[in-house]
């Protein structure tokens, strides 16, 4: 029988939890180390992902000793959102010749907001013979790689649109608090101009990811941000949120060629989002104007559960990113990534 490809876990919060579930079900990998921070360290990972049956993993809050001292053939990272914080906590992992899979949104075009970290981690990742590449939901499939690969069934493309309607309820803590729910309008207003609240992170790098495959050079990108009040009383797992503080955010990234709108994403994000008071249904529907012309929807529970996409495009690609080429990739590079069994 074929050995189990052996994984390391770093940042067991909501989506880190979720893969460790998922990872623990599939038959050809298994969890081998587990990175947290201040939860449950030094405990069997079946603590923090509340399942009875223990994994025989203890949570540790050193990577580098995890690193070093665990073989892997993979690490997969839900600990952050931007390149910087990312290669901090992975660096270690390819320096030990451990591919890596990070969920991380600056991380699935890294080059537009560090260029320097982007080339040092696609010289460490080739100097040692392993693959890094960021996915996930948004980025990582909706925006980009389905829209991608849908174009490859059309004669000729003139313009991509993606509009997506997300429940964020489900999205842990992290999340939650930077996009800003919960908040007055005051203040929400005021952490978007510190940088408080940033709302969805990867647009602009959808947007390029985009562009890249299909041989288009963006000469402009324009996105805009509006905060969604509400109504009635919202309680989620994660929250709570009253009537007149904010329930989520409305975003449009638009990527130009030559003048000209080319690429256009929006997002809605809401906690638990309704018809009747939000006027939108959840899901992702992508609108390719060319020959012929396309609409995909996705709608029902794929669209609903975002944050289990996010978690099965990591664990799914696992397979993939072990046969990519060494280096820092982003996911058009990669072939479908199927369901593992
Ligand atoms: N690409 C996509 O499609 C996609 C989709 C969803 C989320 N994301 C991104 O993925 C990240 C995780 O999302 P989430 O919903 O799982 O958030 P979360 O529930 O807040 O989990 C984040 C976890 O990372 C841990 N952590 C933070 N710094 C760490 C460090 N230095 N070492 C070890 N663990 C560390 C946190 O530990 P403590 O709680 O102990 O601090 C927490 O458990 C977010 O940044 C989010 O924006 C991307």
Redesign the pocket.
Known sequence: MASKTRVIL???????GQAARLILEKQNFEIVGA?????GVGEDLSKMINIDKKIGVIVS?D?REVYSSVEADIVLH????TIKDTFS?VEGALETRKNVIT???EA?FPWLTEIEVAEKIDSLAKEKGVTFV???????FMFDYLPITMTGALKKVNKIRVVRVVDFSR?????WE?IGVGKSPESFKEGLSNGDIVLH??LEQTVNITAKAMGWIIDDFKESQEGLVSKSKRKAKYGMVDPGTMCGFKQIGTGYANGKDVIIQEITGLILPNIGEDGVTVGTYIMIDGEPNVKVSIEGELAEQ??WA?VARAVNSIPQVLKAQPGLLTVDQLPPSPCCP
């Open positions: 770093m940042g067991i919060g909501e989506m880190g990175i947290g921070h201040k939860r809050s990577a839900f600990a952050a959102s906590q969920i991380a949104e699935s960021g996915t996930g939901v948004n980025p990582g999205y842990g803590p992290a999340v930077h992170v990867g975002g944050g996010t």
